[in-house]
Every structure is written in structure tokens, then in C-alpha cells.
Antibody
């Protein structure tokens, strides 16, 4: 069974950093692309980033470019989202999403809450 | 960037009736190599992550009831629930995954009338 489990969220002050983890079971990340998506409280979905499993290249939405970095550890079968220079508006539930065999963002983790507040 | 415009913002439909949600992209999301539109539809219930219903604009994900269907015409896309069930109450989103940033529609809240 495909499972994605996010961790590493919590309360952080503005300007601070957090690293989110997305641990996989039931499959190997290296065979799929992975997206990160967030949802502010009571709001819609916002796509943040995708890592290409073929060459580990990543692409980002402008609002997080230069602040967020996506990476992977194949030995741990885990993806990471390093978030720096956090702002109040980064407060959200963060989801990692795995694609299906034809590249559609299909399998979602349960999400992890990040709260940026002083 | 591709803008995805979803409508309506909210919708109330009687049980057993048809529900229709629309999505329009600001440019083509058709991949010429396979003639597929790279659009997905998701259902999100309170406190849960989104669940993918449809990909390639009209291909139903495994296990999704056949009352859910997707259709396409150029840059216009539609999610149809043919006979609304109580468990279909949710927020529905479309997303283009053709060109990054892979933008979402703003969501449609579906309720029972």
C-alpha cells in the first residue's frame, strides 16, 4: 500500500526555518515525481514545488523560490522541503504528493501543519 | 503562468440530481505527443487531504465511482457528478499539471440542497 507520512511541522517565528520530511512506504520515491502543495487555513490549494526523479531537478512557484528547497534521500526513501526565511503567510498545512505512473499528482500524504507566528 | 479559473464558487444540488463544476485554463494544456489534456480533479472533505478523482481531464482514477466523469473542450473542462450522493459533499478542485507552476482552481464547495 502506498503511504506518505509528513513530519517536521510546528510553530516557528517569522524569519525562522523548518525542514519538512515526507517518508514513503509501499514504493520507491526514485521511480516517481514528488510535489509539495500547501493549504492555508480555510483557503484553497497552492502548488509549491516538484522534484523530477529522473535528474533530481526541481521547480518552484515564485512565492517560495529562493526560500524553499526540495531534496531527496534515496537511502531513507524520504523527500524533504527545507523552508527558510519563513513568513506569516507561509502558515498552512503542507502536503507531499506522489505522481501516478502517468505523471498525474495522485497520492497525497495526510499533511503537516506549519504555523509561523511570533 | 497558466491561470485556472473554476466556477461556481459554491453549488447546492438535491440528492440524486446532477452536479456540474467547470474549470477553464488560460492556455492549452494539451500535450501533443499523446493528445492528452494535463488536468486533474480532486475531492477534499473536511480534515482530509485531497483525493484525486480524474486525471488526463477524463480518465477516472481506480476505485472512483462511475457517477464521477470529466469532459473537455479546448481549454474548458467539466467535472460531472451524475447522481449526487450524500457522501459527495466536499470541496472540489481542478489542477493543471502541464506547465509549472502547476496551478489549481480556487475550489467549488458542493452542498446538498
Amino acid at each position: 500500500e502506498v503511504q506518505l507520512v509528513e513530519s517536521g511541522g510546528g510553530l516557528v517565528q517569522p524569519g525562522g526555518s523548518l525542514r519538512l520530511s515526507c517518508a514513503a512506504s509501499g514504493f520507491t520515491f526514485s521511480s516517481y515525481w514528488v510535489h509539495w502543495v500547501r493549504q492555508a487555513p480555510g483557503k484553497g490549494l497552492v502548488w509549491l514545488s516538484r522534484i523530477n526523479s529522473d535528474d533530481s531537478s526541481a521547480t518552484y512557484v515564485d512565492s517560495v523560490k529562493g526560500r524553499f528547497t526540495i531534496s531527496s534521500d534515496s537511502a531513507k526513501n524520504t523527500q524533504y522541503l527545507q523552508m527558510n526565511s519563513l513568513r506569516d503567510e507561509d502558515t498552512a498545512v503542507y502536503y507531499c504528493v506522489r505522481t501516478n505512473r502517468v505523471g498525474a499528482p495522485s497520492y497525497w500524504g495526510q499533511g503537516i501543519l506549519v504555523t509561523v507566528s511570533s | 503562468d497558466i491561470v485556472v479559473t473554476q466556477s461556481p464558487d459554491s453549488l447546492a444540488v438535491s440528492l440524486g440530481e446532477r452536479a456540474t463544476i467547470n474549470c477553464k485554463t488560460s492556455q492549452s494544456i494539451l500535450y501533443s505527443s499523446n493528445n492528452k489534456n494535463y488536468l486533474a480533479w480532486y475531492q477534499q472533505k473536511p480534515g482530509q487531504p485531497p483525493k484525486m478523482l480524474i486525471y488526463w481531464a477524463s480518465t477516472r482514477e481506480s476505485g472512483v465511482p462511475d457517477r464521477f466523469s470529466g469532459s473537455e473542450s479546448g481549454t474548458d473542462f467539466t467535472l460531472t457528478i451524475s447522481s449526487l450522493q450524500a457522501e459527495d459533499v466536499a470541496v472540489y478542485y481542478c489542477q493543471q499539471y502541464y506547465i509549472p507552476p502547476f496551478s489549481f482552481g480556487q475550489g467549488t464547495k458542493l452542498e446538498i440542497k
